[in-house]
């Protein structure tokens, strides 16, 4: 059905079209996961809908079907609003079937993998307001016993403790010195750094020492004022440091670190992954 026919088809049962932030809740249950079926994507929850239910016992949310809700982008410059879509269709890519992935669609338009359900009672009245691309990069701040609880709590930098930060700029310095001295348009720093590569995504990046001999790079989920989540980590054992970031405002999508600038083997990289991941990797 076109987008109208379901809100028609809702109204003749006294219900309505949910609100997408109605949707998305009812599909992360009340442990917000991440699909409905819980962290990861189960492929059973596209070819069996029917058994695959979210936290709150609802079933087939972001299974096997596209669904239409009745909230909308505004349009910009005068353009006409862009309908929203929530779910995903069996064959799309694992990240589609996330709770929280929507897309737009035309609202006339009409597809066997298209449908919608309804809901009842008052709507709910928030509005998602549109992410704004921010600054590139911009400092951040954290302290180091504050990021080995971020630490702790995730498996695989649980065992990272007695962090040390580098000292700003000195250390960064070091790094560039190290090498043949040109820095290729980059800066460089070694304090913690916020990241935002693309609108409505904000990370932080932290280097340090571990111990005496080991350092480590991670990137962190910024998920409110001091609440993190490590998104990923990268540990180099008998590898003291310092370990800069070398990033431009004019590059979103990735920046490098590095013990020794130009050297090789002594620099990666970290990277964006749409939706939401980060990579970090040495070549």
């Not at 990241?195 to 340090?208: C, T």
């Amino acid at each position: 059905m076109t987008r109208d026919e379901a809100k028609r088809a809702c109204a003749e049962r006294g219900e309505r079209l949910c609100t997408e932030l109605e949707w998305e809740r009812a599909c992360k249950g009340p442990k917000s996961t991440t699909y409905a079926g819980g962290a990861s994507w189960d492929t059973r929850c596209a070819s069996e809908p029917s058994s695959c239910a979210s936290g709150f016992d609802v079933l087939g949310m972001g299974g096997n079907l596209r669904e239409w809700v009745v909230s909308e982008i505004p349009g910009k410059e005068g353009a006409a609003a862009r309908s929203l879509l929530r779910g995903a269709a069996p064959s799309a890519p694992d990240p589609e079937h996330r709770c929280a992935a929507r897309h737009t669609l035309d609202a006339d338009s009409k597809a066997l993998d298209l449908g919608f359900r309804c809901c009842k009672g008052a709507p709910n009245a928030a509005i998602v307001p549109e992410p704004k691309l921010g600054e590139t990069f911009s400092h951040g701040k954290i302290g180091s016993e504050r990021l080995e609880k971020v630490f702790q709590r995730d498996a695989h930098t649980a065992g990272i403790g007695n962090v040390k930060f580098y000292r700003e700029p000195d250390a960064a310095n070091t790094v560039v010195s190290r090498g043949p001295g040109d820095k290729k348009g980059f800066e460089f720093t070694v304090a913690p750094l916020i990241w935002r590569p693309v609108a409505g995504a904000e990370f932080l990046l932290v280097s340090g020492k571990c111990g005496e001999n080991n350092a480590f790079v991670a990137v962190l989920y910024v998920l409110g004022d001091d609440d993190y989540a490590v998104a990923t980590s990268f540990l180099m054992k008998n590898e003291p440091g310092p370990v800069a970031f070398a990033y431009s405002d004019s590059i979103r999508p990735r920046l490098h670190w590095s013990t020794c600038w130009g050297c090789p083997g002594e620099t990666g990289k970290i990277l964006f992954r749409p939706p939401e991941a980060v990579v970090i990797f040495q070549p």
